[in-house]
């Protein structure tokens, strides 16, 4: 704003007034004419900056004075991920018990049950099933059982004895079935072209 020196006064409380405008002005701020207002900050901004100190001084004495977890990022991580897991194995849990073990014979489960079978299984048992570090799953010889539910316990939970890996963390319930039916609906009683020599109990 620019104004002339006869219209500005001095007001007794230190700043001065603008005659024309009633403006106050900071003292000594004058610029080509140019006057600097010296007007009051508007109240929610003022109580908006009262209340951020009183927040952080609070917040301050919780985080350095109390140590308060949830206001440390690693245990409030930790915290996180400890519940994350929880509600995992409960999904798990359930999913699990409400999910049914039966040969699946439709073609599009054995396809994907064919595709998990190659990208994972055939690295022990070869793409055939003859067998390789695995036994061969072509034959009426089986280590742990000849069911549906024998061989998806297996593929579940592993046996580490005999050097056979659990996949329940890789595989889904319904990967796992897929892939336990293909064995038994497209492999089983196939003849691979170097088929390993039985092992286990043969079944009928």
Known sequence: M??????????????EIDTLTNDRLIKGHDYD???????????????????????AIIYSVRLFVFKSPDL?????????????????SKINANQAASFEVKLLTGDASLTKGQDTWTKICA?????????????????????NGNTVQDLYNVVTNGVIQKGMLSYKDQLSNEKRLQVVSYILVKLHGTTPANPKAPQGKKYE
């Not at 440390?72 to 400890?82: R, T």
Request: glycine fraction near 8%; hydrophobic fraction near 35%.
């Open 2 to 15: 620019t104004t002339e020196n006869k219209n500005i006064r001095n007001h007794q409380d230190g700043y």
């Open 33 to 55: 004419g140019i006057r600097e207002l010296d007007n009051d900050l508007p109240s929610w901004w003022k109580w908006l900056f009262y209340l951020s100190i009183v927040f």
């Open 123 to 143: 690295a022990c048992h070869l793409a055939d099933g003859g067998g390789l570090v695995g036994p061969n799953m072509t034959d009426n010889y089986w280590i």
């Open 72 to 88: 440390i990022q690693a245990d409030e991580y930790n915290n996180e991920m400890a519940d994350f897991k929880k509600n995992k």
